[in-house]
């Protein structure tokens, strides 16, 4: 199966990837040559910016593309495609173990100049076995400004076979001078279609399924995967489904408001637990310390380290989480939204369907546009830090006022 076959409903970035990958291709076989060709004029460079919405699939794309170049398949000969999806250099690239190709996300809040330091020293690298030395980085929106300027510089200046692949939501989420030297790729949102019809090839789901999930996650494989086969993640979903119900006082603003907190925090506490007494237990046999015995002496900074890394990648798990929460929050208001103008819901189904209804006929639209706008406020509030339940309580007392 080729590596495209990965970017559901991106038929147009698709192709894209594929004459930049066949460029570069002719690129390094001509350099094995002894030839040195330019460039100039390819559809192939050196940084690439993926950008689109959650669920459009900006990481599978900068992975299928990452795979594609380092294809070794023989068929290429004979005129085949990079990208083939089955020789040794696009099995390595997908399941990450390819010596030349460095896949860097974070579990933190943010990406720090250290981190960005060592990659831009492995940028400078050439390939060790690969064709070219490729850096994919996942959540390149969350570079501090320190690290985004100590990435300029490579992109700026790359090594003649590295290639630098960027993934972040927009290109508002990426310095100026970075994305300036970037070759934009925007994705969309997959089409409901694509997605059910992925999930019935891939995971054998009955297309009725498929079709729900694909409808209810707005287009997004994996949370539609998720919904679909993890029966927490569709009674968490329903739960917040029935939080505008629950606002009719303000008691009940409240408790939906701290129910998403601890339903959040859950949720990180779950994510977090495992890896994190595995990390200490790692850190404690390397640094000399025995179950029963103190650490030894100078090593007290470095467990501290570790604890505030595994408290900030708690705080991002928890925003995560509510992050999700309200992206369902807000598309239960727009589908009430869509019945006051008269259209049928677009994502609402069973028990949610009623409540729509029930909605859209006890309210005016003007009071929708002001509850959506509340959602919006509260994800604005969390990303300025601000305490998660003073900002959810803010958010569904004007729920209940609006």
């Known amino acids: 199966m080729p590596?495209?076959?990965?970017?559901?409903?991106?038929?147009?970035?698709?192709?894209?990837l594929a004459a930049a990958a066949r460029d570069a291709d002719a690129y390094v076989t001509a350099h094995e040559r002894g030839e040195q060709p330019p460039l100039t004029g390819s559809a192939m460079t050196h940084a690439w910016l993926f950008t689109g919405p959650p669920g459009s699939g900006r990481t599978a794309a900068a992975r299928a593309f990452a795979a594609a170049l380092q294809?070794?398949?023989p068929d290429r000969a004979l005129g085949g495609q990079p990208g083939c999806g089955f020789c040794d250099g696009c099995h390595t690239t997908l399941v990450g173990t390819h010596a030349d190709v460095e896949i860097v996300r974070t579990d933190l809040l943010s990406i720090g100049v250290k981190d960005t330091r060592e990659l831009v020293r492995r940028a400078q690298l050439s390939p060790a076995g690969g064709r070219w030395q490729v850096i994919v980085l996942e959540d390149a929106d969350r570079l501090t400004e320190g690290a985004g300027n100590v990435l300029l510089k490579a992109v700026e200046e790359p090594a003649p076979r590295t290639v630098w692949l960027l993934c972040a939501p927009s290109i508002e989420d990426v310095l100026p001078t970075i994305r300036s030297r970037c070759r934009l790729l925007a994705l969309r949102t997959p089409p409901v279609e694509a997605v059910a019809d992925a999930l019935v090839r891939r995971d054998g789901l009955e297309p009725e399924t498929a079709a729900e999930v694909a409808r209810a996650t707005q287009g997004h494989l994996e949370r539609a995967r998720r919904l679909a086969t993890d029966e927490r993640a569709r009674a968490r979903r329903a739960a917040v489904l029935r939080v505008p119900e629950r606002v009719a006082d303000i008691g009940g603003c409240l408790r939906a408001a701290q129910e998403l907190v601890d339903t959040a925090t859950e949720d990180a506490r779950e994510l977090a637990e495992g890896v994190d007494a595995k990390e200490t237990e790692e850190l404690r046999t390397a640094l000399g310390g025995t179950e029963g015995k103190r650490m030894p002496r100078g090593t007290a900074?470095?467990?501290?380290?570790?604890?505030?890394?595994?408290?900030?990648?708690?705080?991002?798990?928890?925003?995560?989480?509510l992050d999700q929460a309200l992206t369902d929050l807000a598309a239960f208001y727009r589908d009430v939204l869509a019945r006051q103008f008269g259209t049928a819901p677009a994502l609402a189904t069973g028990e949610s369907a009623a409540a729509v209804e029930r909605l859209a006929a006890a309210s005016r639209s003007e009071q929708t546009l002001r509850r959506l706008e509340a959602i919006l406020q509260c994800r604005e509030a969390l990303d300025r830090n601000v305490a998660p339940l003073l900002a959810l309580e803010a958010m569904t007392l004007t729920l209940r006022a609006a």
């Open 3 to 16: 590596v495209w076959d990965d970017l559901v409903g991106q038929d147009r970035a698709a192709a894209q």
């Open 71 to 73: 294809c070794v398949s």
């Open 301 to 321: 900074g470095l467990m501290k380290d570790l604890e505030e890394r595994q408290k900030r990648r708690a705080t991002r798990a928890q925003r995560d989480a």
